[in-house]
Nanobody, 120 residues
Framework: QVQLMESGGGLVQPGGSLRLSCAAS????????MGWYRQAPGNQRDMVAS???????NYADSVKGRFTISRDNAGNTVYLQMNSLKPEDAAVYYC??????????????WGQGTQVTVSS
């Protein structure tokens, strides 16, 4: 089985920074896509940042220039560096990955979510 484990959420003041991490574990043959989504109460889940293997990152307009997505060399961990945080960035952040697992097929996996609160 495959699991995505997120960490790094918490409470930060406006203008502050947080770094989220998401590690894939289990039977992972390859990962061709990893991304971060967020969902605030009453809102839909929206893409924040994403990166395909060997590709350039993609960002929501609202976070361009403030957030940076990256992957480790092994490719099984994705990070989201969030700078200049605003109250409107507050949400539950979810990791999403498309993983070739024990079935040898690529399937979508989601993390459990990590809360980011931006407040003074």
């Amino acid at each position: 089985q495959v699991q995505l484990m997120e960490s790094g959420g918490g409470l930060v003041q406006p203008g502050g920074s947080l770094r989220l991490s998401c590690a894939a574990s289990g039977t992972v043959f390859s990962i061709n896509y990893m991304g971060w989504y967020r969902q605030a109460p009453g809102n839909q889940r929206d893409m924040v940042a994403s990166i395909y293997e060997g590709g350039t990152p993609n960002y929501a307009d609202s976070v361009k220039g403030r957030f940076t997505i990256s992957r480790d060399n092994a490719g099984n961990t994705v990070y989201l560096q969030m700078n200049s945080l605003k109250p409107e960035d507050a949400a539950v952040y979810y990791c999403h990955a498309r993983i070739q697992d024990y079935t040898s097929r690529f399937r979508d996996y989601w993390g459990q979510g990590t809360q980011v609160t931006v407040s003074s």
